[in-house]
């Protein structure tokens, strides 16, 4: 199935959903959970005790990663992740080689004066996966502090995020840390935009794999109680030699146990 076909069956599953839609998932002005991405990268969103979440990432190359998180404890999140690519055409799997593992903790909740703080630790990329580097388009976080500031304005909620992180990936000697930041506006009840940039700062040591920022964006629709949808557009500047921005789409799915 062509990324083109999953799109407009995407779509059409969003103007269906949008219909009934009572309450909210992650998305829009009346979300019932903190987004914990901006893009790609990580907020200082978590979901709540006692309650999992379970994400799929549609990308290009027919490429798919699922991540299952639960909470055990207050402001503390687990999940593992698995995913490849040419999963759905003629051509042959690649799966990536090892699992990725995510873990959250949050620090401080966020107060009038002060934004949410977290640690937290993610070794899954997103985007396409390559066997040949074990690396995905988007490399992992690795290691990263996140920190999250949400203000209610005329045009409804919007959030900052930033952080710092340090990847494993895929020569961890060489690394650096990296900065990013990014935003989430609510533009309806359960509708959102966000954006990040992420100045992939690895390191001008590795001969194989660029070091330009990426300049991410999504829109982010909650459509029926506890399912939010995503469209994903990475690199909308064209740093890295593409003709058109990686698309993707995004399910996820949130309820508690």
Excluded at 68 to 78: G, K, M, Q, Y
Excluded at 122 to 142: A, D, E, F, L, V
Excluded at 229 to 252: C, Q
């Amino acid at each position: 199935m062509k990324i083109k076909n999953l799109f407009l069956i995407s779509f059409c599953f969003l103007l269906c959903g949008y219909s009934v839609s009572k309450s909210q998932g992650s998305a829009g002005n009346k979300a019932r959970y903190e987004s914990r991405y901006i893009v790609d990268m990580p907020t200082a969103g978590v979901i709540p005790k006692y309650t999992y979440s379970a994400i799929a990432v549609l990308s290009g190359n027919d490429g798919i990663m699922t991540e299952i998180s639960a909470s055990p404890f207050t402001n503390v999140n687990l999940g593992i992740s698995f995913g490849g690519s040419y999963l759905l055409g003629a051509n042959k799997a690649e799966w990536q080689r090892l699992p990725g593992f995510h873990l959250r903790v949050r620090l401080l909740d966020e107060k009038i004066n002060l934004p949410a703080i977290l640690l937290g630790f993610s070794s899954q990329g997103r985007g396409s996966y390559s066997n040949k580097s074990n690396t995905y388009q988007s490399i992992s976080p690795g290691f990263f502090l996140a920190f999250s500031k949400n203000y209610y304005w005329i045009l409804g909620n919007l959030a900052l995020h930033g952080g710092i992180n340090y990847t494993l990936e895929p020569e961890p000697e060489s690394h650096i840390p990296n900065l990013y930041f990014g935003f989430e506006q609510s533009v309806a009840n359960n509708l959102a935009v966000n954006m990040e940039l992420n100045p992939n700062t690895i390191s001008n040591k590795i001969s194989n794999y660029t070091d330009k920022a990426l300049f991410n964006t999504c829109i982010r629709w909650s459509v029926i109680p506890q399912f939010t949808v995503e469209l994903h557009f990475r690199d909308i500047l064209l740093n890295n030699g593409n003709n058109s921005p990686w698309r993707g789409i995004a399910l996820e799915y949130i309820n508690s146990f």
